[in-house]
């Protein structure tokens, strides 16, 4: 059994709209590949359309293949809640400034090389979680 809301992202937009504030208690500096929950969607139902699901089984990365630091993530989301939802940030609070390991990148090459776009761009699923903890918190 798995609490959505202890996914980092989950996590800071509830804090958003719950306490008009942010904190996070990992280094700022780790670094991860964030994907929309539609981009996965939208490449699964390419699969299914095209028939895939049931072929030869192959591995494909799904990433958006672009890292950011939890920091940027912190700005987004910050952002994206004053825009989307008029909530302006009392305090973005990064509890460990611990260097991150090390710096990665996750290649979508052979995924993208099938006709697959993957979007870098979480501001919509973020607009769209801010909108809904707005409503359930």
């Not at 964030?34 to 895939?52: A, H, N, P």
Request: proline share 0%; with cysteine.
């Amino acid at each position: 059994d798995v609490d959505c809301w202890s996914l980092v992202t989950n996590d800071l937009c509830r804090q958003m709209v719950q306490r008009g504030e942010a904190t996070l208690k990992a280094s700022c500096l780790v670094q991860r590949d964030f994907i929309s929950i539609y981009e996965i969607c939208k490449t699964i139902s390419f699969f299914l359309r095209k028939g895939m699901a049931t072929t030869k089984c192959e591995t494909y990365n799904l990433s958006s293949g672009k890292t950011i630091t939890l920091q940027d993530l912190l700005n987004i989301i910050t952002i994206r809640a004053e825009k989307t939802i008029g909530v302006k940030s009392k305090k973005v609070d990064c509890k460990s400034k611990k260097k991150s390991v090390s710096i990665f990148e996750i290649s979508n090459a052979k995924i993208e090389s099938l006709g697959v776009h993957i979007s870098a761009d979480i501001s919509k699923e973020i607009d769209r979680l801010l909108l809904n903890c707005s409503k359930w918190f």
